[in-house]
């Protein structure tokens, strides 16, 4: 059965810092990208960020970059994205998903995104950034 278990959501003044982790199962991790979707209410879902255990250079979101950090434990099938600086408009709910290698031709940043070929999701974990 494949599993994307999300955890660390939460309710952070700005400015405060939260950690999430995806923990995958029922799969074979190399052979996708994992990444975190987020939606904020009235707003279609957006890549925030992703990472390949075989890429080096993960893909931000503009909005996001030099603030969050995303990381990959490949020994324990799990992702974490590490977010600093938070701002209100960071709030969403933030969805870990994987979407499937179907070519190394194409970057983490191409398939890092909610209209592309996202495989299998989670069920979401909720950020609150209050001002």
């Known amino acids: 059965e494949v599993q994307l278990v999300e955890s660390g959501g939460g309710w952070v003044q700005a400015g405060g810092s939260l950690r999430l982790s995806c923990e995958a199962s029922?799969?074979?991790?190399?052979?996708?990208?994992i990444g975190w979707i987020r939606q904020a209410p009235g707003k279609e879902r957006e890549g925030v960020s992703c990472?390949?255990?075989?890429?080096?250079?993960?893909y931000y979101t503009d909005s996001v970059k030099g603030r969050f950090t995303i990381t990959s434990d490949n020994a324990k099938n799990t992702v974490f994205l590490q977010m600093n600086n938070l701002k209100p408009e960071d709030s969403a709910v933030y969805y870990c998903?994987?979407?499937?290698?179907?070519?190394?031709?194409?970057?983490?940043?191409?398939?890092?995104?909610?209209?592309?070929?996202?495989?299998?999701w989670g069920k979401g974990t909720q950020v609150t950034v209050s001002s």
């Open positions: 029922g799969f074979t991790f190399d052979d996708y990208i």
């Open positions: 990472i390949s255990s075989s890429d080096t250079r993960p």
């Open positions: 998903a994987a979407a499937r290698i179907i070519s190394t031709s194409y970057s983490v940043g191409y398939y890092c995104s909610p209209h592309r070929g996202m495989e299998f």
